[in-house]
Each structure stands twice: as C-alpha cells, then as structure tokens.
C-alpha cells in the first residue's frame, strides 16, 4: 500500500505539472510573438542579422527591443539588452521571462555571452525562451545559459585582501 501511495503522489505531481504548462502556454506564446514583432524594427544594415526580445516583468508589463547595430561595430546593442535597459529605466529591477527571436530556421535563438552577463546582474532563476521563426520555443533559466555564473551578491562576499580604493 505504501508503493500505491507513492504512485499516487507521483501522479498527482505530473498533473499538477502539467496544469502548470497548460497555464505557461497562455503567456509564452504571446511574448514570443512579441518578440517576434520586435525583430521587424531591428537596424542592421551589417550583420543582416535581424534579433526581437520581449521581456515579461512580475507585473505583467512587456519591454521589447531589437538589436541596433554601429558602424563602430562593438558599440552596437543586442536586443535583450536593450529590452532590459527599457525596462529598467523604467524602474524595473525584476522579471519574470524573456523571449528571442531571429531569423534562423535550424536552430533556437540563443543570448550571446555578453548578453547572459547582463541578463544575470537580474537574477539567474528567471525563464528565458530561445525561438525559432514558426513560434516553437525551448525554455532555459539564466543557471542553464551561465552556471557557475558571477552577480551582485559576488560583490557582497568576504575577501581574503580588502583592496582600498587610492583615488
């Protein structure tokens, strides 16, 4: 009987997982079309390399941004990034997910480095759906896209030397 009560429980676990999918379902597809939208304002003239993000805060508030380039190459701006930095002079410090999308047809969209540093100053529990151009989506943390990552709370932990700054 206790085998049954196990098989029970973990039944009931997987339904109520499942619910939770079917709930998921209700906003990812939306902010991935968001984001999807966000590609078509992309500026670049360069790379030819059209990038949407549409970023979901707890509040339930979407920021949307595209990639822009620069003749100056490494001044150009991703678009999570600049989602982000929508969002957050907005005053927003916490979200919920993010989407991306692209043109690529073979392969899910995915952050570059740079982009998963800034992604992760955030937190690094937060949903992140990585597109494709028909809607299908593979969803990842922040942990997934940078483990063993560096953030905020890095900065807060006790050093062996305490460096004083001599400016």
Not at 75 to 103: N, P, Q
Request: glycine fraction near 8%; proline fraction near 4%.
């Amino acid at each position: 009987s206790t085998l049954y009560f196990h098989l029970l429980s973990l039944l009931f676990s997987l339904n109520r997982h499942l619910q939770r999918k079917e709930e998921n379902e209700d906003w990812i597809k939306p902010l991935i079309h968001q984001s999807q939208g966000a590609k078509e304002f992309a500026y670049c003239p360069y790379s030819k390399f059209r990038v949407g993000a549409a970023l979901l805060a707890h509040d339930g508030t979407v920021f949307t941004g595209c990639n822009v380039e620069n003749a100056s190459y490494n001044l150009g701006l991703c678009a999570e990034r600049t989602a982000i930095a929508k969002a957050v002079s907005g005053g927003y410090r916490s979200f919920k997910a993010i989407a991306i999308a692209s043109d690529l047809e073979d392969q899910f969209i995915s952050p570059c480095g740079g982009c998963r540093q800034f992604m992760r100053e955030f937190g690094d529990h937060w949903s992140v759906y990585l597109s494709k151009p028909d809607g299908s989506y593979k969803e990842m943390t922040i942990e997934d896209l940078l483990p063993v990552s560096f953030g905020p709370e890095d900065l807060k932990k006790k050093r062996f030397i305490n460096v004083e700054n001599a400016f």
